[in-house]
């Protein structure tokens, strides 16, 4: 079950996949369009164990938010998890992540 891979009892963010560090003549819209893939791909098989991303409304989410470019919350063994791809910088790599939200 790809839950128990994922969706792991983390409070640190869990990298599931990331790139090299960047240099400044890279194509970044293909670069995210390739994660933007995996994370759907990712999404849609925690839909089939899990269920829908659910609204999480808390004010804080977490800290990594502000560097996706997408990302979902899902609920699981009542706990919250945020799955999503994203960039801090334009050198940085590209990664898909997730994490265990503070409720």
Do not use: A
């Amino acid at each position: 079950m790809l839950v128990f891979d994922i969706l792991k009892n983390q409070s640190e963010v869990k990298i599931i996949d990331q790139t090299e560090w960047l240099d400044e003549n890279i194509d970044l819209d293909s670069l995210y369009e390739v994660y933007k893939q995996k994370y759907e791909k990712i999404k849609s098989q925690l839909i089939k164990e899990i269920g829908q991303p659910v609204n999480y409304n808390y004010k804080y989410i977490t800290k990594i938010k502000l560097d996706l470019i997408e990302y979902s919350v899902f609920k699981w063994q009542n706990d919250y998890y945020i799955l999503g791809y994203g960039q801090h910088d334009r050198e940085t790599p590209v990664f898909l992540c997730s994490q265990k939200l503070l409720s």
